[in-house]
T-cell receptor, first 110, second 117 residues
Framework: RKEVEQDPGPFNVPEGATVAFNCTYS??????FFWYRQDCRKEPKLLMS???SGNEDGRFTAQLNRASQYISLLIRDSKLSDSATYLC???????????FGSGTQLTVLP | SQTIHQWPATLVQPVGSPLSLECTVE??????LYWYRQAAGRGLQLLFY??????ISSEVPQNLSASRPQDRQFILSSKKLLLSDSGFYLC????????????????FGEGSRLTVL
């Protein structure tokens, strides 16, 4: 079983739609969680950290369920510019222990 | 401000040829530096990390090596490339210190796309 698993997609949604991605992790000792965004053939960039109580940043909402060991990302009112691959990242305690999921590809259609 | 650069951006190399990818960071001192590889359709795999000059830790056995000759320079090398070395190589430094970025945040260079033929 992979340490971090994501549905690879692709998710094709119309503009304005709400879309949600899930990510599961296997190591219960994981301490911190992130969502990164990676545009085609570009480097990943941090989208948002995921906090235990859940957090929101504009149209993006991230949630963590430690009991079930999954995190989620919700994107509301999708924009064309949201098209990218979204990487789930789990940290067991230090930067060398960051594990990246293989990513979920999102395409927002006009 | 802090910046990270890596080069070359793209290269095509024959099997058995050497490799050298370079990464430099500006605007910060004593950064933790990382080399990742991303194969097609896969997550990022940590190859090496360094906490200081001359200090290299290898995460996976492989055909590659890394060196850190200066505080803000990180080099990825190979003496003889294999087909399986093809991929997207990313250098990164870790933020969260001195108020730069969020704890655990990695800042990546633009990446080097390697194709071994």
């Amino acid at each position: 079983r992979k340490e971090v698993e994501q549905d690879p997609g692709p998710f094709n949604v119309p503009e304005g739609a709400t879309v949600a991605f899930n990510c599961t992790y296997s190591n219960s000792a994981s301490q911190s969680f992130f969502w990164y965004r990676q545009d085609c053939r570009k480097e990943p960039k941090l989208l948002m950290s995921v906090y235990s109580s859940g957090n929101e940043d504009g149209r993006f909402t991230a949630q963590l369920n430690r009991a079930s060991q999954y995190i989620s990302l919700l994107i509301r009112d999708s924009k064309l510019s949201d098209s990218a691959t979204y990487l789930c990242v789990v940290n067991r305690g230090s930067a060398r222990q960051l594990t990246f999921g293989s990513g979920t590809q999102l395409t927002v259609l006009p | 401000s802090q910046t990270i650069h890596q080069w070359p951006a793209t290269l095509v190399q024959p099997v058995g040829s050497p490799l050298s990818l370079e990464c430099t960071v500006e605007g910060t001192s004593n950064p933790n530096l990382y080399w990742y590889r991303q194969a097609a359709g896969r997550g990022l795999q940590l190859l090496f990390y360094s906490v200081g000059i001359g200090q290299i830790s290898s995460e996976v056995p492989q055909n590659l090596s890394a060196s850190r000759p200066q505080d803000r320079q990180f080099i990825l090398s190979s003496k003889k490339l294999l087909l399986s070395d093809s991929g997207f190589y990313l250098c990164a430094w870790k933020g969260g210190l001195a108020g730069v970025g969020r704890t655990g945040e990695l800042f990546f260079g633009e990446g080097s796309r390697l194709t071994v033929l």
